[in-house]
């Protein structure tokens, strides 16, 4: 029986960085929003284990996204990692002191998309094993 595919969801308002990321993430069961605002509402009954969020969204941004993914106790597990090309110390400091669990720079590899995902998930199971 194969495992379970981890599930992952994506928000971003560009569709071919969401494609860009289900096509590199092909092992993962990925879901994908276009906005803060499609994400909370997916959140409401999806439990991804870790959210790739772009900060720079009209509407909502990544950063309220992640106040408001926050506030949910039901989320509380999931790991967040912003997945942008904002690159300021000023927005890399609110994101983590938002409870973002990593920051990474678009553009992105194939390659280090996948390893930074896996180095992410490792940190699930290990707090899970832990329990």
């Known amino acids: 029986m194969r495992p379970a595919r981890p599930p992952i969801l994506a928000i971003d308002d560009d569709p071919f960085v969401l494609e860009m990321i289900q096509l590199h993430l092909w092992d993962y069961d990925v879901r994908t929003a276009r906005s803060g605002d ?10 991804p284990v870790l959210i790739l969020l772009d900060v720079n969204m009209p509407g909502m941004d990544g950063i309220e996204t992640l106040i408001q993914i926050r506030k949910r106790s039901q989320l509380a597990g999931a790991l967040v990692l912003m997945l942008t090309a904002k690159a ?16 990474m720079l ?8 996948t ?9 699930t199971e290990r707090n899970i094993i832990e329990l």
Do not use: C, H, W
Request: charged content about 30%.
């Open 38 to 47: 499609e994400a909370l509402a997916i959140l409401s009954y999806a439990r």
């Open 106 to 113: 678009k553009p992105f590899t194939s390659g280090n998309l």
């Open 88 to 103: 300021d110390r000023a927005t890399i400091s609110k994101a983590l002191a938002e409870g973002s669990d990593g920051y």
């Open 115 to 123: 390893v930074r995902v896996r180095q992410m998930l490792r940190k």
